[in-house]
């Protein structure tokens, strides 16, 4: 066993590293997450009929046009399409370089991620596929109950709680008591031109798929519907400038971190 040792407390504690039964376990979780909430909506499409409650937990059919508790629903039906695809798309890139940079074993907080990523991956393919999402679970009473979730929402909060208490007590792990990074700006000059590098390719590449994207919606608009194209373009061009525009900061954004 290999240990880490802080020079100023001299207190040392085991590093553990991820076995192949590891990394199975924290991989398979994503899709076993993934097929369980297919198949607990499909049985709630099939089965549940009104609102029935067994105590604290309430049944009831309920067809979600948007996220989780409705979020993204005012969009145009295409541009949820896209934005809820294309941000699950980059949440799996992030997941997975996540896992790639994390330090030693961290298990709770690698399955946490999985349970993350599972959830929002089953929502967002419900939304790629059918157009709405299938909320069935209730907490509560008949009166006075939580809004309809299901279980993706349900794992994704159950992740949540993984990676707090992972981080809360494994915290040592990121930051070790004689670590320089708890500086943030070990070598500024350095650290800042690299950012700089990476902002100006990350933000050249958004300004490229930007203006092809935008110009291949106008033009398809314009072709489709050559009589209201000036209809079409308003309703679809500004949410979609909007949605390309948040996408495009939130990757800048984990570039600059």
Not at 70 to 78: K, Q, W, Y
Not at 135 to 144: A, C, E, K, M
Not at 180 to 206: A, D, N, T
Request: net charge positive; charged share 15%; with cysteine.
């Amino acid at each position: 066993m290999i240990f880490s040792c802080d020079k100023k407390t001299r207190h040392c504690y085991p590093i553990y590293y991820m076995k192949k039964i590891d990394w199975l376990i924290v991989l398979l979780a994503v899709p076993l997450v993934w097929a369980i909430d297919a198949y607990t909506k499909s049985f709630a499409l099939k089965h549940i009929t009104g609102v029935t409650f067994w105590g604290p937990i309430g049944l009831v059919l309920h067809k979600n046009p948007g996220a989780m508790f409705g979020m993204f629903s005012d969009l145009p039906p295409i541009l949820r399409v896209v934005s809820l695809s294309t941000g699950g798309a980059f949440l799996f890139f992030i997941y997975a370089f996540a896992q790639y940079l994390l330090p030693k074993r961290l298990f709770s907080l690698r399955i946490g991620l999985s349970f993350l990523l599972g959830g929002i991956l089953g929502n967002v393919t419900d939304r790629v596929l059918w157009g709405e999402v299938v909320d069935f679970l209730l907490i509560g009473t008949p009166r006075y109950s939580t809004p309809a979730f299901n279980f993706a929402d349900a794992i994704q909060w159950v992740g949540y709680l993984l990676v707090v208490i992972s981080l809360l007590k494994q915290g040592r792990a990121f930051w070790p008591d004689d670590n320089e990074r708890k500086k943030v700006w070990v070598h500024p000059k350095f650290q800042f031109k690299y950012i700089f590098v990476l902002i100006i390719i990350g933000l050249s590449f958004s300004i490229i798929s930007g203006v092809f994207t935008y110009t291949y919606l106008k033009i398809t608009i314009d072709d489709l519907a050559p009589i209201n194209s000036l209809y079409f373009e308003k309703k679809f061009i500004p949410p979609f400038l909007i949605t390309f525009a948040i996408i495009s900061l939130f990757f800048l954004i984990a570039l600059f971190i």
